[in-house]
Structure formats: structure tokens, C-alpha cells
């Protein structure tokens, strides 16, 4: 399978142990990624908040460089940067009017852009059956909790993807690698996203209680598919227990962390060493 | 309360920007209700849409919360009348941003997504490091607080050490195109109120 590829900002960033997993992950599984020439950011919260065109027109190029070299699917790691391409997408193909204007301020034709995928999508369209089949390590021993946070389910209007107050598709998948994950009540709460470095208050108490809530329920650790979700709740983890007033030690692991183990990978491979919980009371 | 002089009335263009008819709300709380951050607000989603329900579109533009909004998408998810909250909260920003009606308390959440967007602009792609000093230099000329300005300086040795740190960003290779894109999106009266 080959797949275009945008990975955003974060994954080119201080999240490359995201972008290290998720290329060796489906390296493993013969996925190719054709990365967007010269791709732009999507403009994320502050687009959005503080400029309502630009938010569609940054996306909007993006959509148009992948238009532009063939490409039918688009894999967009990242839950910010894939509900700005599906938002602007949306914008523009219900208004004709828009879609012109944004032709001519991004310089591109902005007709038919390619099909955004999620991470965990891109799993499901691998197949469970596959990825079962292709497990050598089989995750016994993991009780994770799978956190989709925000973007992944929501607006469901806009990302169109899986049930957002209860979404399962992650559990799916790590069940299909032998985990058995936990049932807990913060799935989709938010864990402060963008604040981290403007709020930071808001980000420990909001990832402080997807935290407890997560050991509470017996999970051993957390599984995330998005950048911003694991620099909260890994990054940031010391932090927010001691502002709760508590200690965690939970590892946070991303989607394409947990299957690449199961396929044997090592955690070398995947820049799981590179986090900042290790587990076990490092 | 004034009104910024010669400023379009802001209610037509909330709905406008948020593509919502705010007549729709029937103020069932839904959206305060599972708002992460309504706890801290001084003025939850609830009442910021009923407030503009009656005209009163200052006192939404110079609330804290919506600055305290983490777009989580939540409200905008239940809301059983299909009021787009979240979207609202956007033009609600926007407008606060353009017409320089910003809440005092909250002008370093404005500062952040500022710092942001001239980041994106200069590279098309972010450099978190600049974005880190720039902001940290903006919040310190307008606070002098040292310790903001400090913390989390203990974390570049940390982010060093796992290879997360990128002294030298990237950059997109048409950063022309980039400029142009921002210049035909930003309106010439902003001046960001953010100064």
C-alpha cells in the first residue's frame, strides 16, 4: 500500500519519536508514504481562533500540493492537522464561491483533494485480520487504556470517524495484538491540547484527571494517537501529578508503538526509549 | 460599554464566521455541562450564547473564557440543536482579536497563538524553538516575570537528551506562497490588540 503523507509540524518537531514509530510500524507491514512536496503547516488552534479564512486556506494548500502529485489518500498522523484538511475540504466543496477564492489565495486548484486518513484508519484498512496474523509478540501483558482525546472523533460532523462519546476502534486493535484493554470513563475527555506551553495549568489538571481516571480502572498504560496527547500525558506527566498531588507512572504509548512491538520490533526502533515515561518506577 | 468606532455589527458576523443561527440555542446547558474548562470561566458557553442572543455581543468579546476555551469540540458535539459552539467560540476570538477587545487576563493564551501564526508565516513550517523564545519575550514585556520567563527551561536539556530538540527548524521551500497566503487572509485593520 502506498499512501500519501502529511505529518505536520509536531512530527517534525519535538514528536519525531511519533514519526520514527509510526515508519518503522508500517514499514514492517509494507506501507509506503509519499510525504507532500514541500507540504505547509495547517495553521492549527491559531488559525482557527484568531483567522477563519487562513484556517482554510493553509489546509487548503496542502490539499492541493497532494492533488497535485496523484495522490487519492492522504495519511495525516496527527488529529489537528487531519480535522483542518477535512474541515477545509468540506468548506470548500459546499461552496463554490469559497473554493474559487481559496483557489487563487493559495495559487493551486483546490478541486479534488485527496481522501484524509487518521492513524488509526490506516491500521483498519491494513486490516485486524493481517495485523493479528502478523503479531510474533503477543501484548498479554498490557492493560492499556486507549485515549482518543478530541480530534480523533470530534466534531463528528467533520471527521466522520467511529462513535464519538465511545468509540472502540482502538480497542479493536489492540486486542487483535493480545492487550486487554481497560473499560474507563476519560476516553474522549480533552487533555488541554495546544495550552501546554500558554495554560499550562489548564493542561496538568485536565491530563492529571484522564491520568487517575486511566489507574483508577487498572490500566498499565496509555495508548494515544496524536502528537499533543502524548507531550501531555508523557511529557508532561511529573507535572501533572504533582499537581494533583500524586505520583504516576504510567507509559504512554502511540498506536503504531503498540503494534510495532507486537510485531517484534524493539523499542529502539520505534523511539520508545525516547519518552520520558519508562514504567516500572524509573 | 463602547463599541469599537466604525466596526461592523459583531453579531451578523459571528454567525456568519461560525455558520450558525444562534436563535437556535434554547439554553438546555448542554455545552456548559461538559465542558472541560467551564469551571474556571466567567462566562460559560450557556450564557456566552445567550448573551448574544440578547445584542449584548461586548460583554461575550471581553469575556476570559473564551480564551479559556480549549476547542475541544465538545459543546459543538451534543449540542442538540446544532449550535456550533466551538465554532462560535473561533469567531468570538477572532473578533475580540481584530477589534483589539481583548480580556486583560487572558492576553497571554493571545500572545501564544500570535507568536504562532508570525512563526508559521516567516517559515511555513513551525520552528518550536523561536516560537518558545518568541512568546516567552512577548509574555516577559508585558508581565516582567522572571519565573515565566524561566520555566520550563529545565526541559530544553531534557528534550535535548532524547533527541527531540531542533536547534535549526525546517522550512518550507516556497515561503513566498506562504507570505502571499497570509497576506490575502489578514484583514488590514488587525493589529492584534495583542501589543
Redesign the interface.
Known amino acids: 500500500m502506498n499512501l500519501g503523507y502529511y505529518p505536520g509540524c509536531a512530527l517534525h518537531g519535538s514528536s519525531n519519536d511519533y514519526e520514527q514509530s509510526l515508519r518503522a510500524c508500517l514499514a514492517a507491514l509494507g506501507v509506503t508514504l509519499a510525504e507532500i512536496d514541500d507540504w505547509i503547516c495547517c495553521g492549527a488552534t491559531s488559525a482557527h481562533s484568531l483567522n477563519h479564512k487562513l484556517a482554510i486556506a493553509l489546509p487548503a494548500r496542502n490539499l492541493a500540493l497532494a492533488h497535485r502529485q496523484g495522490l487519492a489518500e492522504m495519511f495525516a498522523p496527527c488529529p489537528m492537522c487531519s480535522m483542518q484538511l477535512l474541515r477545509a475540504g468540506q468548506a470548500m466543496a459546499a461552496d463554490k464561491r469559497l473554493r474559487e477564492e481559496i483557489a487563487d489565495i493559495v495559487e493551486a486548484e483546490v478541486d479534488g483533494g485527496p481522501r484524509v486518513l487518521n492513524l488509526i484508519q490506516v491500521f483498519q484498512r491494513i486490516g485486524l485480520d493481517k495485523l493479528k496474523g502478523a503479531v510474533r509478540t503477543p501484548l498479554q501483558d498490557l492493560k492499556p487504556a486507549c485515549y482518543y482525546g478530541c480530534l480523533l472523533v470530534r466534531p463528528p460532523t467533520v471527521v466522520d470517524f467511529d462513535d464519538a462519546e465511545q468509540p472502540q476502534s482502538m480497542e479493536a486493535i489492540v486486542t487483535a495484538l493480545g492487550a486487554k484493554p481497560v473499560a474507563w470513563s476519560y476516553k474522549t475527555e480533552c487533555c488541554g491540547a495546544g495550552m501546554t506551553m500558554a495554560k499550562t495549568e489548564t493542561v496538568l489538571e485536565l491530563s492529571g484527571r484522564i491520568l487517575a481516571n486511566a489507574v483508577a480502572h487498572g490500566a498499565n498504560c496509555l495508548v494515544v494517537a496524536c502528537p499533543m496527547c502524548h507531550v501531555n500525558l508523557d511529557m508532561k506527566q511529573a507535572d501533572a501529578g504533582a499537581f494533583l498531588r500524586t505520583k504516576f507512572d504510567l507509559p504512554v504509548y502511540y498506536l503504531s508503538d503498540m503494534v510495532g512491538m507486537a510485531l517484534g520490533l524493539g523499542a529502539a526502533d520505534m523511539g520508545i526509549d525516547r519518552h520520558f515515561v519508562v514504567g516500572g518506577g524509573n | 460599554m463602547e463599541t469599537t468606532a466604525g466596526a461592523q455589527p459583531a453579531i451578523p458576523q459571528i454567525e456568519s464566521?461560525s455558520q450558525t443561527r444562534l436563535a437556535e440555542c434554547y439554553q438546555c446547558g448542554k455545552c456548559t455541562a461538559g465542558c472541560?474548562?467551564a469551571g474556571?470561566m466567567d462566562i460559560p458557553p450557556t450564557r456566552l450564547i445567550r448573551l448574544l442572543q440578547l445584542g449584548d455581543s461586548d460583554s461575550a468579546l471581553r469575556a476570559n473564557s473564551i480564551w479559556?476555551c480549549?476547542?475541544?469540540?465538545?459543546c459543538?458535539?451534543r449540542c442538540p440543536k446544532r449550535v456550533?459552539c466551538?465554532a462560535v467560540m473561533?469567531?468570538l476570538?477572532?473578533l475580540a482579536?481584530e477589534r483589539g477587545t481583548l480580556s486583560p487576563d487572558e492576553r497571554?493564551?493571545?500572545?501564544?497563538?500570535?507568536a504562532?501564526?508570525d512563526n508559521?508565516r516567516r517559515h511555513?513550517?513551525?520552528n518550536?524553538i523561536e516560537l518558545?523564545a518568541a512568546?516567552k519575550g512577548a509574555v516577559f514585556l508585558r508581565d516582567r516575570s522572571l519565573p515565566f520567563l524561566f520555566?520550563?527551561a529545565g526541559?530544553a536539556p531534557?528534550?535535548q537528551k532524547?533527541?527531540?530538540?531542533?536547534l535549526v527548524?525546517?522550512q518550507?521551500?516556497?515561503r513566498g506562497?506562504?507570505a502571499?497566503?497570509?497576506a490575502?487572509?489578514?484583514p488590514r485593520s488587525t493589529h492584534g490588540g495583542a501589543q
Open positions: 464566521l472541560p474548562t474556571q479559556q480549549v476547542s475541544c469540540q465538545t459543538t458535539t456550533d466551538a473561533d469567531a476570538r477572532q482579536f497571554r493564551t493571545v500572545l501564544f497563538q500570535k504562532f501564526l508559521i511555513g513550517r513551525l518550536e518558545i512568546f520555566r520550563d526541559l531534557q528534550l532524547r533527541r527531540k530538540l531542533h527548524g525546517e518550507a521551500k516556497d506562497v506562504v502571499r497566503i497570509f490575502r487572509t489578514t
